[in-house]
């Protein structure tokens, strides 16, 4: 008791410290221990919020009742930062379908006071009070004896009555946490009671969930793509074959959800699906985010509000101070996650940790950076991404879950050198002549296929030609550079061994172009390449760069290859089969050739995934 009081008086700011010891002790409780529920086990520690104790509550920022418009009375769109700003949280009720995401805190009865003892309950520091929203619950004579949860703010007092029975209280967020040097989610709830000349309080410590994005160890729940192709003036007159080729991969293990508002066909790169979570007397108690990606002319991020936000859906919109336009290092493509584990220097990162592109000193934007430092759980890790054309992580690297490494996962990487193995291999077996790509469906171009390459599909680039090509060399040992310097940096900080490490048979085509001008007329989405740097695309779909269903699920939906075929099989094929069968996968083939591989991106890039969600807070960081 001694102790615990001490600390009351050194954290309550000066004004608030009693002039008297009291003859009575108020006392207020949330889940300390984070069993679920709240009781007298909540006492100890209860003044100090660690990583592995202390009450957590989440933002409330989904729309259960779909009230928040996308456009004005007049009709017109509302502003990005308008757009986001209205959720459950943005008004005063706590609405009954968003009830379940409040946080739950009780006083303990007060019997000793007088009947004219006044309390009070109220956050501290003063601007969480902006931040935060409490209720307590009182019964609504008015509506039949049902419970309603009225707003506490710091001028509701509550009388002796009700400090006798003790007040049932909770508490959600209303904001997210996106620059922890202004609020890192902390909160004290103040309990304030003042009976006669005495007044004393008590508090406890809380802190909002941070904002966590999925890893592949997580099974996908909703897998999402796009509708986009029933305009053909506008969207992709090839997505409606995507999808019939993507429905039967999923093959009805997961639903599949389209965006339906915008015909822009990447739903990998204008959101990323993050969740935050508190625990819960049946378990977490989980809200998704999905973070529209810092790209703010890129319509189709609205659809995140627009069309996704909903009961347990919440969205963020990265500030307005960067992340202006389409710049393509700023997609969610170019923002994946490590799972959980031990650095090799033994720091424990037990929600894994983001991985995102740079480009030779070029960083994604400030908003999405700091917002993600700013969780204070996953912080990114920076690998080069300048040398690719679009300039995504997920064209080169991925994770994936097994059985046969101590982390449960290994590292996936593109890799040029097996890949030119197979071609010497199927030279020397006298298949040279046998056509590079055997794809021989229907090419008409759509108007935004800047990397369609007719050459490809005539039979003249055979595996002979390009061997005997030192561009094509020179690209492959280009690339290989990079990955090489990638894998290298990645082991150092994972302990996987080097015999761990699937190596993904990829090649690569230079298209660097003559910037300002780019492939598809957007100057400002892609950058330049630094002199002596290049940038590529894959030559034949990348099968790195496909959607892991996840979890316990061992299919990975990849871009068909479209290779050289030798003795009837796809050479890259079933060597991409057999790579990915090492750890239990099984390879379902998409074709995705023109609806997405002659745009510049494959399968992965088309998709996105909502993934299982659940308890960060167990496996304690090391920080
Ligand atoms: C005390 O507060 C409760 C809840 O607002 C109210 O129902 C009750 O009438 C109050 N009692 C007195 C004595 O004012
Ligand atoms: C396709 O989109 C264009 C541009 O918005 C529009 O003019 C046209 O009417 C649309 N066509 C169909 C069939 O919806
Ligand atoms: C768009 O998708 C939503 C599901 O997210 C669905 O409820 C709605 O009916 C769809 N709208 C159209 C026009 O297809
Ligand atoms: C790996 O998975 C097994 C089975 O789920 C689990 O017991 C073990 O703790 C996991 N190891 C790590 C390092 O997470
Ligand atoms: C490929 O095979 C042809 C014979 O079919 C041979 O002339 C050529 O040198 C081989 N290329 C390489 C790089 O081995
Ligand atoms: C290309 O080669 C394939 C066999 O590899 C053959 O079936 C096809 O007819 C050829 N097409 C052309 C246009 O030469």
């Excluded at 990645?490 to 761990?500: A, C, G, K, N, S």
Aim: net charge negative; proline share 6%; with cysteine.
């Amino acid at each position: 008791m001694a102790i615990s009081f001490r600390r009351l008086l050194f954290l309550v700011p000066l004004g608030l410290v009693p002039s008297a010891a009291a003859t009575f002790r108020p006392r207020i409780l949330a889940d300390t221990n984070r069993d679920g529920v709240v009781n007298h086990l909540d006492e100890p520690h209860k003044h100090d919020w660690t990583a592995s104790r202390g009450a957590i509550f989440l933002p409330n920022i989904g729309d259960s009742t779909h009230r928040c418009p996308a456009v004005d009375l007049t009709g017109a769109p509302l502003s990005n930062d308008e757009l986001w700003r209205c959720h459950d949280a943005s008004g005063d009720h706590l609405l009954p379908l968003s009830a379940k995401y409040a946080a739950p805190l009780l006083t303990v009865p007060l019997l000793d006071v007088s009947d004219n003892a006044v309390g009070r309950i109220y956050t501290e520091p003063a601007h969480t009070r902006d931040r935060v929203r409490l209720f307590w619950k009182e019964n609504d004579w008015s509506t039949g004896y049902s419970d309603v949860w009225a707003t506490v703010d710091p001028q509701v007092t509550f009388n002796a009555t009700s400090l006798r029975k003790g007040i049932t209280l909770a508490m959600d967020g209303r904001e997210l946490v996106t620059d922890a040097a202004v609020w890192d989610g902390s909160v004290r709830v103040v309990f304030e009671v003042t009976d006669g000349d005495q007044t004393a309080h008590d508090f406890v410590a809380m802190k909002q969930a941070p904002v966590l994005l999925h890893h592949h160890l997580q099974r996908a729940e909703v897998i999402l793509s796009t509708a986009a192709g029933d305009n053909k003036t506008i969207g992709s007159s090839w997505q409606a074959h995507f999808l019939r080729g993507l429905e039967k991969a999923i093959d009805g293990d997961v639903p599949i959800v389209l965006f339906n508002q915008s015909t822009d066909i990447w739903a990998q790169d204008f959101l990323e699906p993050g969740y935050a979570s508190m625990p819960g007397p049946d378990g977490p108690i989980s809200i998704r985010i999905l973070l529209r990606s810092a790209q703010s002319t890129r319509e189709a991020g609205r659809q995140v509000f627009s069309q996704l936000r909903s009961v347990g859906i919440g969205g963020f919109q990265p500030g307005s101070g960067s992340g202006f336009g389409w710049e393509e290092i700023n997609s969610g493509g170019n923002i994946e996650t490590i799972p959980p584990y031990t650095s090799r220097d033994g720091k424990r990162w037990s929600n894994g940790r983001v991985i995102m592109g740079q480009h030779f000193g070029t960083y994604p934007a400030d908003s999405m950076v700091k917002f993600l430092q700013s969780q204070q759980a996953q912080t990114p890790l920076f690998l080069e991404t300048g040398w690719l054309a679009v300039g995504h992580v997920d064209e080169m690297v991925q994770f994936l879950p097994t059985t046969t490494t101590p982390l449960n996962f290994t590292l996936a990487i593109a890799d040029t050198t097996s890949a030119l193995t197979l071609l010497q291999t199927a030279n020397t077996t006298g298949h040279g002549t046998t056509p590079f790509v055997s794809y021989r469906g229907d090419a008409t171009p759509d108007l935004l296929t800047p990397f369609l390459d007719p050459t490809l599909l005539h039979n003249t680039t055979t595996i002979a030609s390009l061997l005997a090509s030192p561009s094509f060399h020179s690209t492959q040992t280009y690339a290989q550079h990079h990955l090489t310097t990638t894998l290298a940096l990645l082991l150092r900080e994972l302990p996987l061994d080097e015999t761990d490490i699937l190596r993904v048979p990829t090649l690569f085509k230079d298209v660097t172009y003559p910037w300002p001008a780019t492939p598809d007329g957007h100057p400002s989405r892609l950058a330049r390449a630094p002199r002596g740097e290049r940038q590529l695309k894959g030559l034949v779909p990348q099968a790195i760069n496909g959607l892991v269903v996840g979890g316990r699920s061992g299919k990975y939906v990849a871009p068909r290859q479209w290779g050289p075929v030798v003795g009837g099989k796809d050479v890259f094929g079933e060597a991409v089969e057999e790579v990915y069968g090492r750890v239990g996968m099984e390879v379902v083939w998409v074709d995705d050739y023109m609806s997405h591989h002659v745009r510049g991106g494959e399968v992965h890039c088309g998709t996105n995934a909502l993934r299982e969600m659940g308890g960060w807070w167990e496996g304690g960081d090391s920080d």
